[in-house]
């Protein structure tokens, strides 16, 4: 089993720390309009060398992009920079 310690995206790519999304009623009912207008937020977990991001900035992206990937035990996201529109 190999053991990384260390990771960097490369090729365009941002991991970022997903925030949980809250779209649901105390009740546990889903809101499906607001799943659809209300963007994905994150933090820079890590970014390439020469990325216009930082680590722990946080920012929007759009629902649906980038793919999901564990690192010690921590989901992360995947996402390419240009998909993300905003540093909040």
Same mark, same amino acid.
Request: glycine share 10%; charged share 25%.
């Given at each position: 089993?190999?053991?990384? *310690?260390?990771?960097e995206?490369?090729?365009?790519?941002? /991991? /970022?720390?997903?925030?949980? &999304?809250?779209?649901?009623?105390?009740?546990?009912?889903? /809101?499906? !309009?607001?799943? @659809?207008?209300?963007?994905? $937020?994150?933090?820079?977990?890590?970014?390439?060398?020469? *990325?216009?991001?930082?680590t722990?900035?946080v920012?929007?992206?759009?629902?649906?992009?980038?793919?999901?990937? &564990?690192? @010690? !035990? @921590?989901? /992360?996201?995947?996402? @390419?920079?240009? &998909? $993300?529109?905003?540093?909040?």
């Open positions: 089993m190999i053991k990384i *310690s260390k990771i995206p490369i090729h365009g790519h941002v /991991l /970022l720390v997903p925030d949980k &999304e809250d779209y649901f009623t105390h009740f546990g009912i889903a /809101l499906p !309009g607001r799943i @659809q207008m209300v963007p994905a $937020i994150g933090k820079v977990y890590a970014t390439m060398e020469g *990325s216009g991001l930082e722990d900035d920012v929007a992206y759009p629902k649906g992009v980038g793919r999901e990937i &564990e690192h @010690q !035990g @921590q989901k /992360l996201m995947a996402v @390419q920079e240009k &998909e $993300i529109f905003a540093v909040v």
